[in-house]
């Protein structure tokens, strides 16, 4: 990936010798590449220290917590809950969190009722990003 992204810097810098029309054409096809690269970077995100630290800040801030502790249930099932089934029944959080999937841990219709009020009412607001940390977060609670 990164070789890509010096490919096209040197690609650009050949074009930025031929007039400064081509300069402008260049930076932007030179953007819009390195825009793609950040959205593949995404979708194939990886539970990586910054990543997981992201999540558990999220998890803080957008009051996750407020239902969710590390280890005791509480309104919600417990984040340890929560991820030994995701990693049993190799779940997808980030569809559920998108209101994608069906939940797998609590399937009680009134406590999944509590939690589709969220995901309808500010999960929908969060990034891919957003939720991709909130995952890889809940997956790092052992
Ligand atoms: C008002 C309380 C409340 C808040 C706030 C809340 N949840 Fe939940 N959550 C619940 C309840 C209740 C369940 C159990 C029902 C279920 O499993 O869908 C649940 C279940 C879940 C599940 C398991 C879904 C499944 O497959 O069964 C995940 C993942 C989850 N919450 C993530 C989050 C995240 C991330 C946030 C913050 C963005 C959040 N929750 C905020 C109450 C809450």
Known sequence: MRKSILMLGL????????????KEEVKKEV??????VE???TEVAVDTEANITAGKKL?????????????MKIVGPSVKDIAAKYASEKGNMVKF???????????????????KANLDGFVK???GDQLAALASYMRSVK
């Open 11 to 22: 690609v650009a810098f050949m074009f930025v010798s031929c007039g400064d029309t081509k």
């Open 31 to 36: 953007e819009t590449k390195v825009e793609k």
């Open 39 to 41: 959205v593949v970077a």
């Open 59 to 71: 998890f803080t801030e957008k009051g996750c917590i407020a239902c969710h502790q590390e280890s």
């Open 97 to 115: 969190l998108k209101g994608e999937a069906a939940a797998i841990v609590d399937t009680n219709p009134g406590q999944v009722a509590i939690m």
């Open 125 to 127: 607001d969060l990034n």
